[in-house]
């Protein structure tokens, strides 16, 4: 088992930065990926951003490159959700997941790779 536990979400205005956090406890060993993903009213749960645990490889959704940046603590068990340039379509409630195992075909840019997940925290983005 492993628990996430996601900080950091709150009210910005454009343009503002946020960070978010999510620390894992657990069985951490066995962590393949660690994720970000997002959920607007009204809309299915999307992709975010992405971490390999062993290699630290990234990946990012389109919209976000170049403004948010995915980063682990590795001794920490901690991954991180740097946002920049926000804008009022970012605004959603974000979750913390944790692919335990990997396997043939993760991408770790699917929501069904993952086997755990945090709470969500609220992000909004005021114009």
């Known amino acids: 088992q492993v628990q996430l536990v996601e900080s950091g979400g709150g009210l910005v205005q454009a343009g503002g930065s946020l960070r978010l956090s999510c620390a894992a406890s657990g069985r951490t060993f066995s962590i393949y990926g660690m994720g970000w993903f997002r959920q607007a009213p009204g809309k299915v749960r999307e992709f975010v951003a992405a971490?390999?645990?062993?290699?630290?490889?990234?990946y990012a959704e389109d919209s976000v490159k170049g403004r948010f940046t995915i980063s682990r603590d590795s001794a920490k068990n901690t991954v991180y959700l740097q946002m920049n340039s926000l804008k009022p379509e970012d605004t959603a409630v974000y979750y913390c997941a944790a692919d335990q195992f990997g396997g043939r075909g993760h991408t770790l840019k699917r929501d069904y790779e993952y086997d755990y997940w945090g709470q969500g925290t609220q992000v909004t983005v005021s114009s």
């Open positions: 971490i390999n645990w062993g290699g630290g490889t990234t």
